[in-house]
């Protein structure tokens, strides 16, 4: 099922203390008439993941997600988080693939594509992200580049596993800058993501499958870009640290209704 979603990537920000005040006033203010039917979650660093989930164990619509996890279930991996361990926490979702991931911890495709595998395996909803460089935009690339890092990393899995898989489009160059990819440029790349979804699989998977936008998504600009027929919420960095702001992304998305 095609669910929308707007989730936060908290990156490396909050302390304990931070992070819960930040879900607390998130799941006071979060109202069902905000909320509407958003699938909201939220990805805080590793550290304060039970405190998170434990402060939303009751009266809340509010999922968590981590923003790693490692591929393989145990052993000599020093600084690593297994899918295992962030499932015996109760977390619901793992972002995976971003490209911050990508760049500074040179996370390949394959390595995503184990990561993914391990999330499914461990029944953490994978938030797998994609997303193009600048340069790669510029030379015109972008197609082939999302189609590789999808190909790569999501076509290895049965109809059934895919389906549990959420796509994150984040146009690199958007993300933590300020620039924002223009409401028709992520329709044209969601659009993109969907077909080759159903090339690979069917229709009916590729429309049913979740794919959001990352980069630079506002409270003055969510609105415009989930308004788009295959832009099914957000994944949000820099607005998702204020209560306010991230309230307001998920009160966009209303636009669907
Ligand atoms: C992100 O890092 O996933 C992201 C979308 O960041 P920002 O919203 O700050 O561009």
């Known amino acids: ?6 989730a936060g990537n908290w990156k490396m920000n909050k302390t304990v203390d931070e992070a819960v005040a930040l879900v607390e006033e998130l799941n006071q203010k979060l ?19 039970p405190q998170v989930i434990s402060s939303l164990w009751e009266n809340s619509n509010i999922s968590v997600a981590a923003q790693n996890c490692h591929q393989n279930e145990s052993g000599a991996y020093t600084g690593e988080v297994s899918a295992q361990m962030l499932k015996a926490i109760e977390a619901d979702a793992v972002i995976i693939g971003h490209s ?7 996370e390949s495709n394959a390595d995503i594509a184990a990561k993914v595998d391990a999330a499914i395996a461990n029944e953490l909803v994978p938030i797998f992200c994609c997303g193009e460089v600048l340069e790669e935009r510029k030379a015109g690339e972008h197609f082939n580049v999302i189609k590789t890092q999808i ?7 049965t109809e059934g596993a895919f389906s549990k898989v959420v796509v ?40 049913d499958t979740s794919i959001l936008y990352g980069g630079s998504c506002k409270p003055g600009n969510a609105k415009d870009l989930f308004a788009n027929p295959d832009v099914d919420g957000g994944l949000i960095g820099g607005a998702s640290l204020k209560a306010d702001d991230f309230i307001a992304i998920v009160e966009a998305l209303k636009v669907k209704s």
Do not use: C
Request: aromatic share 12%; net charge negative.
């Open 151 to 157: 190909e790569e990393s999501l076509f290895h899995l």
């Open 31 to 49: 109202t069902p008439e905000l909320q509407g039917e958003a699938n909201v979650i939220v990805a805080p660093p590793y550290v304060v993941l």
């Open 100 to 106: 911050e991931r990508r760049e500074y911890f040179k």
């Open 1 to 6: 099922m095609r669910y929308f979603i707007v």
């Open 168 to 207: 994150a489009y984040e146009p690199v160059w958007a993300i933590g800058t300020g620039e924002t990819a223009t409401p028709e440029q992520a329709q044209e790349i969601h659009a993109f993501i969907r077909g080759i979804i159903a090339e690979q699989y069917n229709q009916q998977i590729a429309d």
